[in-house]
């Protein structure tokens, strides 16, 4: 068992988290939007998911990477920490890029 792999998620949203603060791009510009939207996303994922476990297209390989721990049979606890992680990077992204266009309309 191990915990390398949801570190490194764990870094990863300390990343967004930072870029986010520092470019008030997402949660620093409108938090309870931005907790909606988030919310969202990894629940639409996280039911895409399953719905991809359900029919057999989705199932958890074995890693020595990874805690070991499951949410629900085939997945595991760092797919919610990796849905996270892809729904905030897409929203900052999303947000840096009207950031950028707008400084360049100017």
Same mark, same amino acid.
């Given at each position: 068992?191990?915990?390398l792999y949801l570190l490194t998620l764990l870094f990863s949203l300390a990343g967004m988290i930072v870029l986010d603060?520092?470019?008030?791009?997402?949660?620093?510009?409108?938090?309870?939007?931005? +907790?909606?939207? &988030?919310?969202?996303?990894? %629940? #639409? @994922? $996280?039911?895409?998911?399953?719905?991809?476990?359900?029919?057999?297209?989705?199932?958890?390989?074995?890693?020595?990477?990874?805690?070991?721990?499951?949410? +629900?049979?085939? &997945?595991?606890?760092?797919? %919610? #920490? @990796? $849905?996270?992680?892809?729904?905030?990077?897409?929203?900052?992204?999303?947000?840096?890029?009207?950031?950028?266009?707008?400084?360049?309309?100017?």
């Amino acid at each position: 068992m191990s915990v390398l792999y949801l570190l490194t998620l764990l870094f990863s949203l300390a990343g967004m988290i930072v870029l986010d603060w520092r470019f008030r791009l997402f949660f620093w510009r409108s938090p309870g939007r931005a +907790a909606l939207v &988030l919310g969202a996303g990894v %629940l #639409f @994922f $996280l039911a895409w998911d399953l719905l991809g476990i359900g029919l057999g297209i989705f199932y958890r390989g074995d890693t020595v990477l990874m805690t070991g721990l499951q949410l +629900a049979p085939e &997945l595991p606890l760092e797919e %919610l #920490f @990796f $849905l996270t992680f892809l729904c905030y990077l897409t929203m900052n992204l999303v947000q840096g890029a009207r950031l950028v266009l707008h400084r360049r309309a100017v």
